[in-house]
């Protein structure tokens, strides 16, 4: 029996597409009635995940509990959430549906332990370093962890924000090459923490392995919706 994959969506737009874009491109399909069934919210109304965290802003938990509400109550079998920075919630999301939300920090760390990794390195938003929503996942697999220094951290929130969504791709992809080529060289794999980020740069930026959660997500979607 196939399953419908709900896409908790907004946290950005253009992360939202980039999934739907990966889940297409990764099915093996011959045809149109060879794709799963998708359901996208689109919520862009979720307050910032980061700026909460750093008790500068509205909580978004309100938000992103409806919106997996709604996804249940569409027909979604099991949701999946491209925001690293959303996950920080992702126990108390869980706690309020009947349906799996299929946890892409998990997933993404279970794929750098099988990839024998000893310190990865990562490019996230602030939120989620100082959340401590990759530390907890990689830490408790014996996996070490890189974080840019302050003034990097500073460089990749603007290359977040200024840049990707706002619009300024060019730019804030260079940005983001600045700072993660210095923390290539202090671990051995990167993790793209950050949708943004993953929309960004690509595995030919790096000597070492570039760990894309969106990737690993994208994969695990598929393969559950088509029972593979």
């Known amino acids: 029996m196939e399953k419908i994959i709900g896409i908790l969506g907004?946290?950005?737009?253009?992360?939202?597409?980039?999934?739907?874009?990966?889940?297409?491109?990764?099915?093996?399909?011959?045809?149109?009635?060879?794709?799963?069934?998708?359901?996208?919210?689109?919520?862009?109304?979720?307050?910032?995940?980061?700026?909460?965290?750093?008790?500068?802003?509205?909580?978004?938990?309100?938000?992103?509990?409806?919106?997996?509400?709604?996804?249940?109550?569409?027909?979604?079998?099991?949701?999946?959430?491209p925001c690293n920075t959303a996950h920080f919630f992702a126990e108390e999301i869980q706690k309020a549906i009947n349906i799996p939300l299929i946890n892409m920090i998990e997933e993404a760390a279970e794929h750098i332990k099988n990839l024998g990794l000893k310190k990865a390195g990562l490019l996230a938003t602030e939120g989620t370093v100082k959340g401590l929503v990759y530390h907890r996942a990689l830490l408790k697999r014996g996996i070490e962890i890189a974080v840019p220094n302050e003034k990097d951290q500073k460089v990749l929130m603007d290359a977040i924000y200024e840049g990707i969504k706002a619009g300024n791709l060019e730019w804030g992809r260079q940005k983001m090459l600045e700072v993660a080529k210095k923390l290539e060289k202090r671990c051995d794999g990167l993790i793209a923490g950050c949708t943004e980020v993953s929309v960004a740069l690509r595995q030919e930026d790096f000597e070492v392995p570039f760990i894309d959660p969106m990737d690993v997500i994208a994969e695990k979607a598929v393969k559950l919706a088509l029972g593979l």
């Open 10 to 81: 907004g946290m950005g737009p253009l992360a939202t597409v980039d999934l739907f874009r990966r889940i297409v491109m990764k099915t093996p399909a011959k045809k149109d009635q060879d794709h799963p069934r998708i359901i996208i919210y689109n919520n862009s109304k979720v307050p910032d995940r980061t700026a909460y965290i750093l008790g500068r802003g509205k909580d978004p938990l309100p938000e992103l509990l409806d919106s997996a509400r709604k996804l249940e109550k569409w027909g979604a079998d099991f949701i999946i959430m």
